[in-house]
C-alpha cells in the first residue's frame, strides 16, 4: 500500500498522481495533494516535509473558495471591513484552517514573507489566527489567501463579534487573576511558613520582620486584584440590603487579610497570608471552571450563528450572477444555492428541487425534500440541485436569528425552583454569618488565642457557593441539550414542570398527522364543476396561515374579506359570491340548511358551500406522523392519561385515535378546548398540550406546559412554552426523559450541597477545621457540583455518527 507523501492517504491509482518533490519522485493521492507539493518545492521550502511532525491535511476536506469569493476582498469597498489602515500599508488577521503542527506556521510565514508588499507576517498556533501586514500597491488580500489555499491551507477573515471579543476579554482576565493568585500564594506561603515555630528556624527578630513584609506584599496584589470583582459584587449586593455567597467569601478574605496587617505591624498572632492565598485560589479556580463548563453548554447556540455562509451568489437579470457579502442581500434579491451549499437566507424557492438539511434548526437527521414554492431558512445545506432562491427575511430578521434570541431569553430566565435555592442561600449565609458571631463569642471567652481563626473557617467553609450553583448550572446544561434535540425552550421553568405532568392532550391536525394534507377527490354537488369549486376553495385557503391551506393550491382568482373561525373554518368572497369552507354545519349555517351527509366514513372531508347551498365536498388525506406512536406508548408507561382533542369532525379523528388506542374529542371549538383544559386542571391533573394551530393557541397558553409544533402557525408558537422545531414527536420522549434526570440531578446537587453544609458546620464551630481545609472543601463541593449539573448534557448527546455534521463540526 503506497501512501500520499502529503496527506498520507492510501494512494488508490499509483502513478496517476506523481511528481517531483526534493529530488526523489512522490506519489499522491489526489491532484490537490500534488499541486500543494509542487507549490511548496517550487518556492523551495521542500524542507518542510522534513520538519513537519505528522501528516498534512488534505485539501479535499477543506473550504476552496472560489475565483470569484477570493476576488470579493480585493473590492476597496468590502476590504474595508476586514483590513485596516497602519501607514501606508493594510493589515489582517486570518483565521487558518488545516494547521498541524509548528512546521505549518514555518512555511506559511517563510512563502508569504517571500512574496512581493507583504511586510509582516506571524502567525499564533494556539489560536490558529495569522496576522499580516502588506502594501496594497503590491498585493491584496484576497491574492494572500489564495496563495495560502496554494500551500494546501483554508483561511478567511477573521472578525469577532461584540459579544465573542467581551466573553474572551472576560476569560482572559479571570484567567489572568487566577494565575496571579496561584504565583503570588505560593510565594507567600514560603515567607509565611518560614516564620512558623514548627520550622525551629533561627530567625533574627529583623528577619522575621522582614518575612512577615514580604508575605504582606506578595499578597495584597491577591486580594485587590484577584478578588477585586468578589469584592464589588459583595459591595453591590450589600447596597442592595441582598446577601450573596460573594458577601460571605469577601468577609472572610477581608478578615484574614486585615488581621495578617495586625501581625506583620506587631508581630503577635498568626500570619492568615497563606489562608487568604489559598482561599483565593481554590475560590476563583472553582468558579474559573463552573464559568468554562456552562459557556461549553451553550455551543450549540453559538454554532447556530457560527455556521451561515460568509457570502452568496446573487442573481442578476441578464448578467452573470455575482458573489455578495451576506450584509449585501435584500429582500426581493435572488440567489442562486448550488448543490452542497448553504442557504444564506431566509426565503421561497423559485426554482430547483433540493434536498434540504436542516438538522441546524430542527435537529432532524434526514434531508427534507423542497421544491418550487417551499420556504427555505438561512444557514440549511442543500444537498439536491442547484435552487434559485427570493429571499425574504436576513440577518436578524432570519428563523435562525430569531431561535437564538429565544434561545438567550430562555437561558435568562430564573425558574421558581432556581429562584427557591438563590432564597435558601440567602438564609443559610444570614443563618451562617449569625452563627460566626456566636461562635466567636464563645470562643473569645473559652480560648481566644483561638477565636478569630474559627471564625474564619467557619466563614470560608460556610460560604453556599454550592447550594447557589446547585440548580442553575443544571438548567443551562438542560436547556442545551433539549435545543439539540430539536426542543426550544421558551421559558425557563420548562425542565421543571414536566416531571409534574400526568395528562398529555395532543390536537391531530399537524401535530399527530404530518400536516401536510393531500387531496385525493372533489366531489361537485349541484351545476358547479370539480374544478371551479377546486379554484374558489383554492382562493379562500390561500389568505390563511394553516396546513390545510397547501393541499388546494394556488387560485388565479383573489378572495376578499376573508375570516376566520379557528376549528370550524373560512368565509370570504370569491367572484362576487360569499363563500364557506370547512365544517358541514358550519358551511350549512350560510344557506340555513342542515349539513349534508358526508360521502363516506373514511378521510376527512371539507364542505365548500354559499347563500345558495352546498357546492362541492373535499377529501383530504394526511398521514400519521412516525413519531406519534412512540409519544403515546412512551405517556402510557409513565402513567399518564392521554387524548386527543381537535375541532376536526371527519371520521380522519376516529382513525386516528383508534390507530393509536386514545380517546378522540372532535368537533371542539377553542373555548371548548379551553374550557376541557380548565375541567382537568380543576381535577387536579397537571396537563401537557402539544399542538400547532391558531385554535390551539388558548389551551397552549393556559396548559402547565405548552409544545408547539415548529411548522406551526406563529400564534401558536408565541403561546407556547416550547417549540418543536422538528416536528419530530419522538424527540419529546427523550425530552422528557432528560427533564426527569435533570431533576435527580438537581436533587443530588442540592442534598449534596446541604449535607457538606451541615457536616463541616459543627467542625468548624469547634475548631477541628482550619481556614486552609476549609477553602478546600469549599471549591471541591462547588467543583462537584458543576461537574455533576454537565452530566445532564453528556446524558442526551447522540453517537458521533448519529449526529449532524453541524453538531460534529463545532462539538
Not at 569 to 595: C, I, K, S, W, Y
Not at 785 to 807: D, F, G, I, K, Y
Request: proline share 6%; hydrophobic share 45%.
Amino acid at each position: 500500500m503506497i501512501n500520499c507523501y502529503h496527506c498520507q492517504l492510501p494512494v488508490a491509482y499509483p502513478g496517476r498522481f506523481a511528481a517531483t518533490v526534493g529530488g526523489q519522485a512522490r506519489a499522491f493521492c489526489c491532484p490537490g495533494c500534488q499541486a500543494v507539493a509542487e507549490t511548496i518545492s517550487a518556492a523551495g521550502l521542500g524542507q518542510f516535509y522534513h520538519y513537519r511532525e505528522g501528516p498534512s491535511a488534505n485539501p479535499r476536506e477543506l473550504p476552496r473558495p472560489s475565483a470569484d469569493e477570493l476576488a470579493l476582498y480585493d473590492r476597496p469597498d468590502l476590504a474595508q471591513r476586514f483590513a485596516h489602515n497602519v501607514g501606508d500599508s493594510q493589515e489582517a488577521t486570518l483565521q487558518v484552517q488545516g494547521i498541524t503542527c509548528a512546521a505549518c506556521a514555518w512555511l506559511i510565514e517563510r512563502r508569504l514573507g517571500q512574496l512581493p508588499g507583504v511586510a509582516q507576517v506571524q502567525l499564533n498556533l494556539t489560536n490558529r489566527r495569522l496576522h499580516l501586514r502588506w502594501h496594497a500597491t503590491a498585493t491584496s488580500l484576497g491574492h494572500l489567501i489564495g496563495q495560502l489555499q496554494a500551500l494546501g491551507y483554508a483561511a478567511e477573515p477573521w472578525q469577532a463579534d461584540v459579544a465573542s471579543l467581551a466573553l474572551a476579554e472576560e476569560n482572559r482576565g479571570a484567567l489572568r487573576r487566577l494565575g496571579v493568585a496561584g504565583i503570588l500564594w505560593f510565594q507567600a506561603m514560603m515567607a509565611a511558613m518560614a516564620t512558623w515555630p514548627e520550622f525551629n528556624l533561627d530567625l533574627s527578630p529583623p528577619l522575621h520582620q522582614i518575612l512577615r513584609w514580604v508575605a504582606l506584599l506578595l499578597t495584597t496584589p491577591i486580594v485587590f486584584y484577584s478578588c477585586g470583582p468578589l469584592f464589588r459584587a459583595a459591595w453591590r449586593a450589600l447596597q442592595a440590603r441582598s446577601l450573596s455567597m460573594d458577601v460571605s467569601a469577601a468577609l472572610a478574605i477581608g478578615l484574614a487579610y486585615c488581621a495578617g496587617i495586625y501581625t506583620a505591624i506587631h508581630g503577635r498572632g498568626e500570619l492568615y497570608f497563606d489562608t487568604v492565598g489559598m482561599f483565593a485560589l481554590f475560590l476563583l479556580g472553582s468558579r474559573y471552571l463552573e464559568r468554562r463548563a456552562r459557556e461549553r453548554t451553550q455551543l450549540g447556540g453559538q454554532g447556530l450563528a457560527r455556521l451561515l455562509p460568509a457570502s452568496c451568489l446573487r442573481c442578476v437579470e441578464g448578467a452573470a450572477d455575482e458573489r455578495v457579502l451576506l450584509s449585501e442581500l435584500r429582500p426581493g434579491d435572488r440567489v442562486r444555492v448550488p448543490s452542497g451549499g448553504q442557504v444564506p437566507a431566509d426565503g421561497v424557492i423559485l426554482a430547483g428541487d433540493g434536498q434540504l438539511d436542516e438538522a441546524l434548526l430542527t435537529g432532524e437527521s434526514r434531508p427534507q425534500p423542497r421544491g418550487p414554492g417551499g420556504s427555505v431558512n438561512a444557514g440549511t445545506l442543500n444537498l439536491g440541485s442547484a435552487l434559485v432562491v427570493e429571499v425574504q427575511a436576513t440577518g436578524g430578521g432570519t428563523r435562525v436569528s430569531a431561535i437564538l434570541r429565544l434561545l438567550e431569553q430562555a437561558q435568562a430566565q430564573k425558574p421558581p425552583l432556581a429562584q427557591w435555592a438563590d432564597r435558601a442561600a440567602r438564609v443559610f449565609l444570614a443563618i451562617s454569618l449569625l452563627l460566626a458571631g456566636v461562635v466567636g463569642a464563645a470562643w473569645s471567652w473559652f480560648d481566644p488565642s483561638r477565636a478569630f481563626w474559627v471564625v474564619l473557617s467557619l466563614l470560608v467553609a460556610t460560604c453556599p457557593c454550592a447550594l447557589s450553583l446547585a440548580i442553575p448550572t443544571v438548567l443551562t446544561a438542560a436547556t442545551g441539550s433539549l435545543q439539540r434535540l430539536g426542543l426550544l425552550v421558551l421559558r425557563g421553568d420548562v425542565l421543571e414542570s414536566l416531571n409534574r405532568i400526568d395528562t398529555l392532550v395532543l390536537d391531530k391536525t399537524g401535530t399527530l398527522s404530518e400536516g401536510r394534507p393531500t387531496l385525493n377527490q372533489v366531489v361537485p354537488l349541484g351545476d358547479t364543476s370539480a374544478a371551479t369549486a377546486l379554484e374558489w376553495a383554492a382562493a379562500l385557503q390561500a389568505q390563511v396561515d394553516h396546513p390545510l391551506a397547501r393541499a388546494f393550491g394556488p387560485s388565479p382568482l383573489l378572495a376578499e374579506a376573508v375570516r376566520s373561525e379557528p376549528g370550524r373554518g373560512l368565509e370570504g368572497t370569491v367572484a362576487g359570491m360569499r363563500l364557506r369552507l370547512g365544517d358541514p354545519a358550519f358551511v350549512a349555517q350560510l344557506a340555513h340548511n342542515a349539513a349534508p351527509t358526508l360521502p363516506s366514513n373514511h378521510g376527512q372531508w371539507l364542505l365548500l358551500g354559499s347563500a345558495a347551498g352546498p357546492l362541492a365536498w373535499f377529501a383530504l388525506h394526511d398521514r400519521l406522523r412516525p413519531g406519534a406512536q412512540a409519544l403515546v406508548e412512551d405517556a402510557r408507561q409513565r402513567g399518564w392519561q392521554v387524548m386527543i382533542l381537535s375541532g376536526d369532525r371527519s371520521p380522519a379523528l376516529a382513525e386516528v385515535a383508534a390507530a393509536l388506542g386514545i380517546p378522540a374529542h372532535g368537533g371542539l371549538t377553542p373555548e371548548q378546548k379551553l374550557a376541557t383544559l380548565q375541567r382537568l386542571r380543576a381535577e387536579g391533573c397537571r396537563v401537557l398540550v402539544v399542538g400547532d394551530g391558531a385554535n390551539d393557541a388558548p389551551v397552549l397558553a393556559a396548559a402547565d406546559v405548552g409544545i408547539a409544533m415548529g411548522a406551526g402557525t406563529d400564534l401558536s408558537k408565541a403561546r407556547a412554552d416550547a417549540v418543536l422545531l422538528g416536528n419530530d414527536l419522538a424527540s419529546l420522549p427523550r425530552a422528557f426523559a432528560l427533564a426527569g434526570k435533570g431533576r435527580r440531578i438537581v436533587l443530588q446537587n442540592l442534598g449534596w450541597a446541604a449535607l457538606y453544609n451541615a457536616l463541616v458546620l459543627p467542625f468548624a464551630a469547634l475548631g477541628l477545621v482550619t481556614p486552609a481545609w476549609a477553602a478546600l472543601g469549599m471549591s471541591v463541593s462547588s467543583l462537584a457540583v458543576t461537574l455533576n449539573a454537565l452530566r445532564v448534557a453528556h446524558a442526551s448527546s447522540t453517537p458521533a455518527q448519529e449526529q449532524p455534521a453541524w453538531q460534529r463540526s463545532i462539538g
